[in-house]
């Protein structure tokens, strides 16, 4: 079984909300971090927000600017990114990540075991 399922995507108007979900085969806290990566057609990949599953610490891309947040379930068996505040821009494949090994520095410039399938977000009305 895959460890990272994606879900939440969709279609969604400008300015609108979108809340992703992964869930993790097992608990979130095997890894040392998880996190969210999208693909926008034609440009490379990026990280979009990541969180530090010791520390609680996240790091965020400067896209994001305070509109979307990392959070984990009480059960440690989910991830989700909120998106607020969509933008035409963050039309994009997300991609939920997770990283068994320790890490310093930001974990948005690390490399990453797992990667989900990804689910796609369209931002357009």
């Known amino acids: 079984q895959w460890p990272l399922v994606e879900s939440g995507g969709g279609l969604v108007q400008p300015g609108g909300s979108a809340r992703l979900s992964c869930a993790v085969s097992g608990s979130t806290l095997v890894y040392e971090a998880m996190g969210w990566f999208r693909r926008v057609p034609g440009k490379e990949r990026e990280g979009v927000l990541c969180i530090n599953n010791r520390s609680g610490t996240t790091n965020s891309a400067d896209f994001v600017k305070g509109r979307f947040t990392v959070s984990r379930d009480k059960a440690n068996s989910t991830i989700y990114l909120e998106m607020n505040s969509l933008k035409p821009e963050d039309t994009a494949v997300y991609h939920c990540?997770?990283?068994?090994?320790?890490?310093?520095?930001?974990?948005?410039?690390?490399?990453?075991?797992?990667w989900g399938q990804g689910t796609q977000v369209t931002i357009s009305s």
């Open positions: 990540v997770a990283r068994r090994s320790y890490y310093l520095g930001s974990c948005l410039r690390i490399g990453y075991d797992y």
